[in-house]
């Protein structure tokens, strides 16, 4: 089936402690992002990258860092998480920019940091 | 200004009727348009793409849009209890992977 895999769902954590949300597509697409979700806010792109070793800011980076070594991986890492950054994050691949942008989200990661 | 604005409802609709979702968007060299359905508690799911000036059509969706007026619109028609749910216009701004959504509409169909 095909799919964008986050892990893990729900996460709880404390001020400071480094994490990594990963995410894996099935899909060969080129091009991956991750999103926040706030209310009120909407979704907002953090990073997204184009292939492998290609990266770049979205509208809100601060905090948190992206690498891609393979295809079909995107993590995200939070190197020092606050409070802010409570959110609901999507990880999400398409098949190339443009017209083809289109994304498939995965399924989402409740993250808490207390 | 918003980059993408939609009116966040709820808008409300009678079961069977057509639904009309709005959005528009700030930055004139937009290219590509999209918009995404996302019911409670789920991730966005994509419904319609649209790239050029007119209406498209895709079984009871319909996307329109007019480059002019910097305006993308989204009707549903026999609207069902299941479309209920909020959507999301998306744009794309460049030629790359920076996609832009509005805040999103929830819609509400009652049975």
């Known amino acids: 089936e095909a799919q964008v895999t986050q892990n893990p769902r729900y996460l709880i954590t404390v001020t400071g402690k480094k994490l990594t949300v990963t995410c894996s597509q099935n899909?060969?697409?080129?091009?991956m992002s991750w999103y926040r979700q706030d209310p009120g806010l909407g979704l907002r792109q953090i990073y997204y990258s184009m292939n492998v070793e290609v990266t770049d800011k979205g509208d809100v980076p601060e905090g948190y860092k992206v690498s891609r070594k393979e295809k079909r991986n995107f993590p995200l890492i939070l190197e020092s998480p606050s409070p802010n950054q409570t959110s609901l994050y999507f990880c999400?691949?398409?098949?190339?920019?443009?017209?083809?942008?289109?994304?498939?989200f995965g399924s989402g990661t409740r993250l808490t940091v207390v | 200004q918003k980059e993408v604005e939609q009116n966040s409802g709820p808008l409300s609709v009678p079961e069977g009727a057509i639904a009309s979702l709005n959005c528009t968007y700030s930055?004139?060299?937009?290219?590509?348009f999209f918009w995404y359905r996302q019911y409670s508690g789920k991730s966005p799911e994509l419904i319609m793409s649209?790239?050029?000036?007119g209406d498209k059509e895709d079984g009871r969706f319909t996307a329109q849009l007019n480059k002019a007026s910097q305006y993308v619109s989204l009707l549903i028609r026999d609207s069902q209890p299941s479309d209920s749910a909020t959507y999301l216009c998306?744009?794309?701004?460049?030629?790359?992977?920076?996609?832009?959504f509005g805040g999103g509409t929830r819609l509400m169909v009652k049975p």
């Open positions: 999400a691949s398409s098949f190339s920019g443009g017209r083809n942008s289109g994304y498939t």
């Open positions: 930055d004139r060299v937009s290219q590509s």
């Open positions: 998306a744009v794309n701004r460049n030629a790359g992977n920076m996609l832009t």
């Open positions: 649209i790239y050029s000036n």
């Open positions: 899909m060969n697409h080129e091009y």
